[in-house]
């Protein structure tokens, strides 16, 4: 914000006034205002929705009273619901590798290549009284590596995308600005603590990891050319 006087009677280059003024004509962003859609493999989505059937077939009842009163627990895809779920999220950072370069009597740093820093992005979901998002990132890990022959599958089939948005304060809801995460594949399911006298929701938590990232301002063209290609 502002500096103060110091001993040589220099004044500050801002005053508080000024931060005031800032925040009321452009307001600050919110950690609650977002929005994290999903994009999971193409070759997944059958798995996906060989699980939903089988949970439809457990819960014939409770499904058809939520069809009843007009409710998609289960005509909507995967992805819709993941973006409805989901709690808490982690926006990706950047890492530059440098080194020191003797020069001399002097040590420079010189920078020589960037990454992403996208490899242990958590995202935390609520979960539902069917465990439905549980299921469905169990699947995906198996689909990934199969949990009896340890096959690995082709990375292609293994690879989702996540765009993580952040909102405005208006009732529109608006898109302020996006981060989306490409060659994004499943790394840690985290354990689900449950306990006898705890009375708070169950919560799932995904650790995904990421290739790479792009923004309005950091471009990619690795990213530019899956853009571009047919999807479906």
């Not at 493999?41 to 059937?53: K, M, T, V, Y």
């Not at 409770?62 to 409710?71: L, P």
Request: charge should be negative; proline fraction near 4%; include cysteine.
């Amino acid at each position: 914000m502002a500096r103060g006087i110091n001993s040589d009677g220099e004044t500050s280059l801002t005053k508080f006034e000024d931060f005031i003024g800032k925040v009321r004509s452009r307001p600050l962003a919110r950690t609650e205002r977002f929005e994290c859609t999903f994009a999971f493999p193409n070759s997944f989505q059958g798995e996906i929705a060989r699980l939903r059937e089988v949970l439809k077939g457990r819960n014939s009842s409770m499904i058809a009273s939520a069809d009843k009163q007009g409710g998609v627990v289960w005509g909507g895809l995967a992805e819709n619901e993941c973006t409805i779920m989901c709690e808490e999220v982690q926006i990706p950072g950047m890492v530059l590798q440098n080194k020191e370069v003797p020069i001399g009597a002097w040590n420079f740093m010189r920078n020589s290549n960037v990454n992403f820093l996208g490899n242990e992005i958590n995202i935390t979901f609520l979960t539902d009284i069917d465990w439905y998002l549980r299921h469905v990132f169990e699947a995906w890990i198996s689909h990934c590596v199969n949990t009896t022959s340890k096959e690995v599958a082709f990375p292609d089939d293994q690879y989702g995308e996540v765009s993580i948005s952040a909102l405005d304060w208006g009732p529109g809801e608006n898109v302020r600005t996006t981060w989306k995460l490409y060659e994004v594949t499943p790394k840690v399911l985290n354990l689900i603590p449950l306990a006898m006298m705890g009375t708070s929701i169950a919560r799932t938590t995904l650790i995904i990891s990421s290739a790479y990232w792009t923004s309005k301002v950091v471009e990619v063209a690795m990213a530019a050319d899956k853009n571009e290609q047919p999807t479906g």
